[in-house]
């Protein structure tokens, strides 16, 4: 595969040894040890939304191993897809850069700019998918149990772009997803058969948050509110208002339970601060995960395959 733009394109195989990567490095960060396995390599990122983790975590990752980052605003370049053909923007940035992050409102961008572009293309998030979100989510999940197949993951709210590569996520590593979501926000019927495809059983969406937990090894949740949907503010905070995870619903899942949160984080809204600070939050490890995983894309795209 030369581009990372939906968990569906990767097999199981090839996504494991992605956290076996991501694993090795990390171990060796924990040390101080540093793989400088690309060195001058370029990365040009392109972001259309906000960013903190992914921006960061990419360029850390980058730099490290030995590559230097371009960070791009779209209105530095007049729009992506705008003031020039897409695919001119891909194959222009193909002759500088060696890999391109792109986190775009529309998918489709994303796989336009991949298909044109002779160097690798990593989807940093867009309104559809975020697969690097969902393998760091894997890795944080390995690191506390003791095997993922048929592990049992909630998530409670939107099943939106999160959700949905969640969901890719649990169907390619063997783990049982209920997604729990308001009536008008549930997971759509399509990704729901694409992971059943994948893995049997894999994905179920039910309408109430309780049911949902009661037998959850891990919770997760994230925004009620996506970036682009500011307007619709009002509306979803009375839509998912039963859809908060707090100490109550927590009384309903069992002890001991993980939580897990993409970040960023409104307290109050979709999770209380207290859950969000328990002892059984794993959201920073989440977030940390992202450089590790990240550094370990970059690796197996970019560098020497026999290091590996
Ligand atoms: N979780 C995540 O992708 O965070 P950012 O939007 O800050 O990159
Ligand atoms: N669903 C959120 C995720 C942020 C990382 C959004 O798209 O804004």
Same mark, same amino acid.
């Given at each position: 595969?030369?581009?990372?733009?939906?968990?569906?394109?990767?097999?199981?195989?090839?996504?494991?040894?992605?956290?076996? #990567? @991501?694993?090795?490095?990390?171990?060796?960060?924990?040390?101080?040890?540093?793989?400088?396995? *690309?060195?001058?390599?370029?990365?040009?990122? *392109?972001?259309?939304?906000?960013?903190?983790?992914?921006?960061?975590?990419?360029?850390?990752?980058?730099?490290?191993?030995?590559? !230097?980052? #371009?960070? #791009?605003?779209?209105?530095?370049?007049?729009?992506?897809?705008? %003031?020039?053909?897409?695919?001119?923007?891909?194959?222009?940035?193909?002759?500088?850069?060696?890999?391109?992050?792109?986190?775009?409102?529309? !998918?489709?961008?994303?796989?336009?700019?991949?298909?044109?572009?002779?160097?690798?293309?990593? =989807?940093?998030?867009?309104?559809?998918?975020?697969?690097?979100?969902?393998? @760091?989510?894997?890795?944080?999940?390995?690191? =506390?149990?003791?095997?993922?197949?048929?592990?049992?993951?909630?998530?409670?709210?939107?099943?939106?772009?999160?959700?949905?590569?969640?969901?890719?996520?649990?169907?390619?590593?063997?783990?049982?997803?209920?997604?729990?979501?308001?009536?008008?926000?549930?997971?759509?019927?399509?990704? #729901?058969?694409?992971?059943?495809?994948? @893995?049997?059983?894999?994905?179920?969406?039910?309408?109430?948050?309780?049911?949902?937990?009661?037998?959850?090894?891990? *919770?997760?949740?994230?925004?009620?509110?996506?970036?682009?949907?500011?307007?619709?503010?009002?509306?979803?905070?009375?839509?998912?208002?039963?859809? %908060?995870?707090?100490?109550?619903?927590?009384?309903?899942?069992?002890?001991?339970?993980?939580?897990?949160?993409?970040?960023? @984080?409104?307290?109050?809204?979709?999770?209380?601060?207290?859950?969000?600070?328990?002892?059984?939050?794993? *959201?920073?490890?989440?977030?940390?995960?992202?450089?590790?995983?990240?550094?370990?894309?970059?690796?197996?795209?970019?560098?020497?395959?026999?290091?590996?």
């Amino acid at each position: 595969m030369k581009d990372f733009i939906s968990l569906t394109d990767y097999s199981t195989a090839n996504l494991k040894e992605l956290l076996r #990567i @991501a694993s090795k490095l990390k171990s060796m960060y924990r040390v101080g040890m540093q793989d400088w396995c *690309i060195p001058g390599k370029s990365m040009a990122m *392109i972001f259309e939304k906000p960013s903190l983790r992914t921006r960061v975590s990419f360029s850390v990752a980058m730099a490290d191993l030995g590559g !230097h980052v #371009i960070y #791009i605003r779209p209105e530095d370049i007049g729009g992506l897809g705008e %003031r020039e053909p897409m695919k001119d923007t891909a194959r222009v940035l193909s002759r500088y850069a060696h890999v391109i992050v792109a986190r775009t409102f529309e !998918h489709q961008k994303v796989v336009d700019l991949a298909r044109h572009s002779s160097v690798p293309v990593i =989807n940093a998030l867009t309104d559809w998918l975020h697969p690097c979100q969902a393998m @760091a989510d894997v890795l944080t999940i390995k690191e =506390n149990f003791d095997k993922l197949d048929g592990l049992r993951v909630v998530y409670i709210g939107d099943g939106n772009n999160v959700a949905r590569s969640l969901a890719f996520a649990c169907a390619k590593f063997g783990m049982k997803l209920t997604v729990a979501s308001p009536a008008g926000y549930e997971l759509d019927e399509e990704t #729901i058969k694409q992971a059943n495809s994948v @893995a049997k059983g894999s994905v179920t969406q039910v309408s109430d948050a309780p049911k949902g937990v009661a037998d959850a090894q891990v *919770i997760y949740t994230d925004t009620w509110v996506s970036m682009g949907q500011e307007q619709q503010q009002e509306q979803r905070v009375k839509d998912f208002i039963a859809f %908060r995870v707090n100490a109550e619903l927590l009384k309903e899942a069992p002890d001991g339970v993980k939580i897990m949160h993409c970040l960023p @984080a409104h307290r109050g809204m979709e999770i209380t601060d207290e859950v969000f600070e328990s002892k059984n939050s794993l *959201i920073l490890d989440q977030a940390e995960n992202r450089l590790h995983f990240q550094r370990a894309l970059l690796k197996k795209l970019l560098g020497p395959q026999e290091q590996l």
